[in-house]
């Protein structure tokens, strides 16, 4: 974009949520005048919920008219249905020029996601896709399946803009590198063959645009399907959103916390938005018993997953992966400052392709002390996933949650094992306080073991932080070293 061009943009500094980019840092978006709308492609299929909005199918190029919410753009439709006009979820489109058009390419993909989406059923030999590099910003990595394991190639961009593998063969474009590839493989594991399958389209940002800012929303809008479950603070349910959306509908018991005091908590959990935790869409809140709508995690809680699986289909490496992405949830709550305070099995749920994201972050808050530590079942008290000082000092912070990430991968390495057991969650707190610590579960790794100590060390800055935790589970297997490949060929 020439200068003349940029005087005509208007920038606009703004924080896209995790869920875009996976980083919440602040990015210029540049909003260009008439003559420079910039033209966008739909990456999925987007029915539209409200008459403000637009429908579109992935391969619709669209012109983007504004940008006034965070997460919802403004477009025009270009062809073949000209100039219907209407907002779109920022997640299901991008702009023609941007490699996140491509088939090939996987926005805020980690390389234990391109591992765990290569091999699922459909994709075959020199399946692959391209992401963003994690340990070199502003590189891109390979992924490709070779039929038995994922191997990872680090693409490199040199002054001239340049992409390569391998200082041997440089090319003009990322297309041109994965053209080339795919003629032959030249080194890599095999040729490159078809991208990636991709999963079904990612959940919009809101229920619809008019949520995104309104979310209080009229409780007649909503259908009540299943009992999914109950808690102590009220019933989950299976419902429907405007006869259309699936949703998941928390009842609060009435009289257990005052709507203001969770409204104020909602309106920060509603902005907190990341793959790996359980999208806040909707409240009601006008009457009790109130509302909370969230995204439906069809296989429930964690808890019961494991106890149902009991080791039958989760070995090392799905605990690790379960491990590793609930410690990605945690690892950005902990980049906000914000303390979950009730972290458990219990609190993480299950979705398809093997999805755990973190629930309930921020609700025990909004309860009184007492509700939380007297009014449950002593043998239900969340005193034996709760960190000594946050006992007894009231000290709740990252790293009390970071005690409780330690007994949640207990609850992984014993399929749901109740912690401590035969002792009183009491018992069990004063034990802790003498230096007791739970020991090693059959069948565990010493590593995934020696995590959990870690979590569990008695002064809270001993502890590791959530990005430590969180590395330390992706590189628990050590992939990086022996699939990168070979040195003395390849640039590292
Ligand atoms: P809770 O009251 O949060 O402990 O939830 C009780 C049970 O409802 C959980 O153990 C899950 O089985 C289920 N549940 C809660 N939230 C959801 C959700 N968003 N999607 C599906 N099931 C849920």
Known sequence: MGNSCRK????IRRLLPCGNNGTGKTEVIVIPTEQHKPTYVALYDYQARTPDELSIFAGDRMQILNSNQQNWLKARLLSPRENLEGYVPINYVAPVTDIASQPYFFRNFKRTDAERQLILPGNGVGSYLIRESESQVGNYSLSVYDGTHVKHYRIHKNDNDGYFITTRTVFPSLQELVTYYSQNADGL?????????????PLPPDLCYETADHWEIDRNSLKFLKRLGHGQFGEVWEGLWS?????????LKTGTMKPQDFLREAQFMKNLKHPKLIQLYAV????????????????????????NDKGETIGLPQQVDIAAQVSSGME??????????????????????????????GLARVFEDDAIYLARNDTKLPLKWTAPEAICDNKFSVKSDVWSFGIL??????????????????????KVMMGYRL??????????????????????????????????LEDFFEVEVSSYYDPKEFIQ
């Open 284 to 307: 009601c809140t006008l009457e009790e018993p109130v509302y909370i709508i969230t995204e439906l995690m069809r296989h429930g809680s964690l808890l019961s997953y494991l106890q």
């Open 439 to 472: 020991p090693q579960p059959p069948n565990c790794h010493a590593s995934f073991y020696k995590i959990m100590l870690d979590c569990w060390k008695e002064q809270p800055e001993n502890r590791p932080t959530f990005d430590t935790l969180q590395w330390r």
């Open 332 to 361: 950005y709550l902990e980049r906000q400052n914000f303390i979950h305070r009730d972290l458990a099995a219990r609190n993480v749920l299950v979705g398809e392709n093997s999805v755990y994201k973190v629930a309930d972050f």
């Open 189 to 201: 594991c095999c040729r490159l063959a078809n991208p990636c399958l991709r999963n079904e389209a």
């Open 8 to 11: 005509h943009c208007q920038a």
């Open 409 to 430: 991968l207990y609850e992984i390495a014993t399929y749901g094992k109740m912690p401590y057991q035969g002792m009183s969650g009491r018992e069990a707190h004063e």
């Open 243 to 251: 006869d259309t959306i699936s949703v998941a509908i928390k009842t």
